[in-house]
């Protein structure tokens, strides 16, 4: 059991009525793409040439930023608000997707880029899997 599983299982008051698996899985890949994309930005900036990487990085740390924001919004579940809950959990799905985009282009040249790509594919896919559940 990982401790966002362990943390949500602790949780001593009645919850909102969320799917448990989404909620976890939400939160894991958030927390692992946060930190994929602060570590793209960074590397894009040692790279040699930041100009071709200045999109990419850029993408980047608003994913990383709105990841973390996700994350610690979903994790606080007393007086769960839904619709703020849909509306951060959309807006990391949304910078995610856009940060997939901008580093899966310099994925072959920047392995950085292409672990952070995948980072990102996986946390819009977790925020849409959520989002489904969220009413």
Known sequence: MTDVAAMLNAYPAHRE??????????????????????????????AP???HLAEAASAARVAADLAVTNARVLSRLTGFDAEVARTVVKACEVACRSCFLATRRHGLEYEHCHICAEACRRCAGACRRLLAGLT
């Open 17 to 46: 009525v969320i799917d448990d698996d989404a909620l976890v899985l939400c939160i894991q890949q958030s927390l692992a793409c946060a930190q994929a994309c602060d570590a793209c930005a960074d590397a894009c900036l040692a």
């Open 49 to 51: 040439d930041v100009s």
